[in-house]
């Protein structure tokens, strides 16, 4: 099986910076796509950054210039740097990766995974 733990959530004033982890583990051929979600309170879970297998990245509009996705292939790890964080930027933040599985009876499957989720909260 296959698990994201997150790191690096945390309480932090308006204009501060923190850095989030996820980690991968388990039965993993090789990590096609990882991003990053989030969902405030009453909201819908929204894209924030992701980043694919080449580097290639994509950004919300309103994380653009402040948020940098980034990962480390050899660790199965994405990095979500948040810089000038706002208050709005408030809620649990989600890992997601797109998992390439080794073969079963010679077939190969992609699979979507998901991190438990880490809170980030932004004080004005």
């Known amino acids: 099986q296959v698990q994201l733990v997150e790191s690096g959530g945390g309480l932090v004033q308006a204009g501060g910076s923190l850095t989030l982890s996820c980690a991968a583990s388990?039965?993993?051929?090789?990590?096609?796509?990882m991003g990053w979600y989030r969902q405030a309170p009453g909201k819908q879970r929204e894209l924030v950054a992701a980043i694919t297998s080449g580097d290639s990245t994509n950004y919300a509009d309103s994380v653009k210039g402040r948020f940098t996705i980034s990962r480390d292939n050899a660790k199965n790890t994405v990095y979500l740097q948040m810089n000038s964080l706002k208050p709005e930027d408030t809620a649990v933040y989600y890992c997601?990766?797109?998992?390439?599985?080794?073969?079963?009876?010679?077939?190969?499957?992609?699979?979507?995974?998901w991190g438990q989720g880490t809170q980030v909260t932004v004080s004005s």
């Open positions: 997601n990766a797109d998992i390439k599985l080794p073969p079963y009876a010679s077939v190969w499957r992609n699979k979507d995974f």
């Open positions: 388990g039965s993993i051929f090789s990590i096609n796509a």
